[in-house]
């Protein structure tokens, strides 16, 4: 990585001085650790019981649960019902989405956090769609990956939120990509504070990687395809309206992407795969997830 | 267990699509090439009922056989196309892929030119229909005329194979449909009033040259040369698969290596033509020439 030493030793001053550090909700860690391993092996009525006692949580949970993002067919009231009708699978994915979401300050004089909410839950929910679509790996773990690759920006917006906003100001403003912006302002990126705060959480490597590498998969090495997997999501997303609240100024051919050349080597037919009819199914979610994060907000 | 607040999103909107309605969907992508995604779902079912009206069918299956195996099969497979595009023609129909052109894409153009002694911007709108779509292209251009495009000669080539929709291009007059989404700068900018229509100056008429020509015509296809862009935005839905080939293979030769083809929202190439690349632009998508032009730069 390319972090000025000077920025990060301030950072890691900053990280450390922080009262309100960023802290993982206690029903996260169970979840996350199921997301990674067989149904089989977790006690699923220990961890909706989990999940009930944080009412607040178990509210924002439902209000997605009841969204046609998650395949809604009837409405569901409990999370009981929520695990019925949906799968425990589903709940955990729904429950990690609200945890994450809620970590980010809801402070709008600062910066208004709820395009990374959008933009986080539309990875997430593309980089599912990409897995389940191209045969990569697990769509659930495809998705907790997508769902946590920003949470960088979570660290920026708590440590550093006056010099984060200048940063996404000018990334706005020129149309370049965010990490750019930080770089040239802060000296370092949203993948350098994310991976402070991934290791900080004791996330799973593969994780690590992808907050760490999503915007250079090249450098991946526990598993470069999942780690391109979330770079192509989020390019998709960046490219369209799961973006910060901001289109991005730039051509993009996914033929010439290094993560693309990563999930072909092991997958040579996604050269002849239909990318167009992809990038409008994904036109789908734009107005879910606005929606949703507009209604969990407000919870 | 928690009780749900109130509901947020549509009460009883089944998350899963009706599934004649997405085979219809899936034969309209086969066989024209546009996608209709699950959000816009309701569109395409408005649209088939529209038609059902027509023919007095009661049922999605049997509207989709009607589109398959019967032997009206082919007739109305074009009037749901019909019934697809109708009033879609207009004045920056599509404004990010106008946003793109001019952001990104004019841009890109000019650098690879750079170094050229000749200053041409050369387009085409393929199936320019009454001609909203080139006279967009022109006022858009024109905004970077002072800019960008300072010194460049800008040619904007308009082809129909409808002799009437040419003559209304032409005359240059619309109503209030075609220019519902004119700003009134723009509508002040390079409009002139004409009873209660609204005619395109002369300003922007200028360089715009509209010209008869049938997509499959091969022999005149070959002269359309030196092209930095082409649009031809729901018009190849309406080809079969060996013209459909044919016309974009024409396109293909027609543009310059760093030139660029724009297709209409939801339109696709798969399974036309293997030789023009798939780009993403801020929200939206255009073809390039493999290995042509520019670079993706995150």
Same mark, same amino acid.
């Given at each position: 990585m390319t972090t000025a030493p000077a920025t990060k030793k301030i950072l890691l001053q900053r990280l450390e001085g922080l009262r309100q550090m960023p802290t993982i909700p206690a029903v996260l860690v169970p979840l996350i650790q199921h997301l990674q391993? =067989?149904? @089989?092996?977790?006690d699923v009525q220990e961890v909706t019981d989990l999940l009930a006692q944080d009412k607040s949580l178990a509210a924002q949970c439902l209000q997605m649960a009841n969204s046609p993002l998650f395949g809604r067919w009837q409405r569901v009231e409990t999370l009981r019902g929520a695990v019925v009708s949906l799968g425990f699978h589903h709940v955990s994915d729904i429950a990690m989405s609200c945890g994450v979401l809620n970590?980010? =300050?809801? @402070?709008?004089?600062?910066?208004?956090?709820v395009v990374f909410w959008e933009h986080s839950l539309g990875c997430a929910l593309v980089c599912r769609h990409l897995a389940r679509q191209l045969k990569l790996g697990d769509p659930g773990n495809a998705y907790l990956a997508g769902l946590l690759h920003d949470v960088g920006i979570i660290v920026n917006l708590w440590a550093l939120p006056q010099e984060f906003r200048a940063a996404f100001e000018i990334a706005k403003a020129e149309g370049i990509p965010l990490h750019v912006g930080e770089e040239r302002s802060l000296g370092f990126t949203h993948c350098d504070s994310g991976r402070l705060l991934a290791e900080h959480w004791n996330l799973a490597p593969n994780l690590i990687e992808v907050v760490s590498f999503h915007h250079s998969p090249e450098k991946a090495s526990q598993n470069p395809e999942l780690v391109a997997l979330v770079h192509i999501a989020d390019l998709l997303c960046r490219m369209s309206g799961l973006n910060y609240g901001y289109l991005e100024q730039q051509q993009v051919n996914l033929f010439d992407d290094a993560g693309f050349a990563i999930l072909a080597k092991s997958s040579p037919s996604l050269k002849r795969f239909d990318w167009a009819r992809l990038t409008f199914e994904l036109d789908c979610y734009m107005d879910e997830v606005h929606n949703v994060v507009q209604a969990i907000y407000r919870t | 267990m928690t009780t749900a607040p109130s509901?947020?999103?549509?009460?009883?909107?089944?998350?899963?699509?009706?599934p004649d309605l997405v085979s219809i969907r899936d034969l309209i992508y086969q066989v024209a090439g546009i996608f209709h995604p699950d959000n816009k779902l309701s569109l395409l079912q408005d649209r088939c009922h529209r038609r059902m009206t027509e023919l007095k069918v009661a049922t999605l299956r049997e509207y989709f056989e009607c589109l398959t195996i019967r032997s009206i099969r082919q007739a109305e497979l074009t009037a749901l196309l019909n019934e697809i595009t109708?009033?879609?023609?207009?004045?920056?129909?599509n404004q990010p892929q106008l946003d793109a052109l001019r952001r990104v894409v004019i841009p890109k153009i000019i650098e690879a030119k750079c170094d050229l002694p000749i200053r041409r911007l050369r387009i085409w709108s393929a199936g320019c229909s009454t001609g909203e779509e080139p006279y967009t292209l022109r006022m858009v251009l024109l905004e970077e005329a002072a800019d960008r495009l300072k010194d460049w000669n800008i040619e904007i080539l308009a082809t129909d194979l409808n002799e009437r929709s040419l003559a209304h291009a032409k005359q240059a007059v619309y109503g209030s449909h075609s220019t519902r989404h004119l700003t009134p700068t723009y509508k002040e900018r390079y409009f002139l009033p004409y009873g209660d229509q609204l005619q395109v100056s002369q300003r922007v008429r200028t360089n715009v040259n509209f010209t008869r020509l049938n997509l499959s015509d091969d022999s005149r296809m070959?002269?359309?040369?030196?092209?930095?862009a082409v649009f031809c935005c729901n018009v190849l839905i309406y080809f079969d698969l060996t013209s459909k080939s044919r016309v974009v293979q024409h396109f293909f030769a027609n543009l310059l290596p760093h030139g660029y083809l724009f297709l209409g929202q939801s339109e696709s190439l798969f399974g036309i033509n293997d030789d023009f690349q798939l780009v993403h632009l801020p929200g939206t998508t255009a073809y390039v020439k493999g290995n042509g032009a520019g670079r993706k730069t995150t």
């Open positions: 391993q =067989p149904v @089989d092996q977790f970590l980010l =300050p809801r @402070d709008k004089e600062k910066l208004d956090p | 509901p947020q999103p549509a009460r009883g909107t089944p998350a899963t699509p009706e109708i009033g879609e023609t207009c004045f920056f129909r070959t002269f359309m040369k030196s092209l930095d």
